[in-house]
């Protein structure tokens, strides 16, 4: 009876560091998934701060090549407003 009682014991204990184990393991995975979520977060943050940059660029571009090229930005709006209309105005035929 004696070893039916130390092989339970025994089990016990085993039970015991495997759910401790497991416990360990499922506060690493959470660790990690956090920790990776907020990489991606932060990275995603300077991608869109980058972005922002990017676009705010953009008008001051375009007003220097308007400035440096003026007859050449009025001519390519004229032609593509005239090719739009055309497009536009093959629609209604």
């Known amino acids: ?7 339970m014991a025994k089990l016990r204990s085993d039970l ?18 956090v920790r990776q979520t907020r990489e991606t977060l932060e990275r995603a943050q300077r991608t869109g701060e ?6 705010g660029e953009i008008p001051r571009r375009a007003e220097k090549q308007i400035g440096d090229h003026p007859l050449t930005s ?9 090719l739009i ?3 536009l105005d093959r629609r209604h035929h």
């Open 1 to 7: 009876m004696a070893n039916v009682d130390d092989e």
């Open 16 to 33: 015991d560091q495997v759910r401790g184990d497991m416990q360990s393991l499922m506060q690493a995975v959470k660790d990690s998934g």
């Open 50 to 55: 980058s972005l922002t940059e990017g676009v």
């Open 74 to 82: 009025v001519l390519s709006s004229f032609g593509l407003g005239f």
């Open 85 to 87: 209309g055309m497009l």
